[in-house]
């Protein structure tokens, strides 16, 4: 089992940054494919960004390409969300999810790919 543990939300202006944290414990994460979701009010669930295991490959929205940047700290057990210059249509809770991968470049988009599954972090972008 592994464990999620998502921080770093909260309220910003727009143009603004935050930077979530999703901090995994339970076993060793190293071999485990990672993304992020969000989901606004009365919406669907969409998939914002994702990353291999290896962290070399990575893959994005179009809504958030160019703004968000996923990592990913190994010796931390840490994946990471950078997002700049947000906009109030950014606004949802954010959810990272994680999925053992027996293949270093690959990440996953379908939220139905992954196992594990974070609380969630609330982002609110004001305009």
């Known amino acids: 089992q592994v464990q999620l543990v998502e921080s770093g939300g909260g309220l910003v202006q727009a143009g603004g940054s935050l930077r979530l944290s999703c901090a995994a414990s339970?076993?060793?994460?190293?071999?485990?494919?990672t993304g992020w979701f969000r989901q606004a009010p009365g919406k669907e669930r969409e998939f914002v960004a994702a990353?291999?295991?290896?962290?070399?490959?990575?893959y994005y929205a179009d809504s958030v390409k160019g703004r968000f940047t996923i990592s990913r700290d190994v010796a931390k057990n840490t994946v990471y969300l950078q997002m700049n210059t947000l906009k109030p249509e950014d606004t949802a809770v954010y959810y990272c999810?994680?999925?053992?991968?027996?293949?270093?470049?690959?990440?996953?988009?379908?939220?139905?790919?992954?196992?594990?599954w974070g609380q969630g972090t609330q982002v609110t972008v004001s305009s």
């Open positions: 990353t291999s295991w290896s962290g070399g490959s990575t």
């Open positions: 339970g076993r060793t994460f190293s071999r485990y494919a």
């Open positions: 999810a994680a999925v053992l991968s027996y293949l270093s470049g690959k990440y996953y988009i379908a939220h139905s790919d992954y196992d594990y």
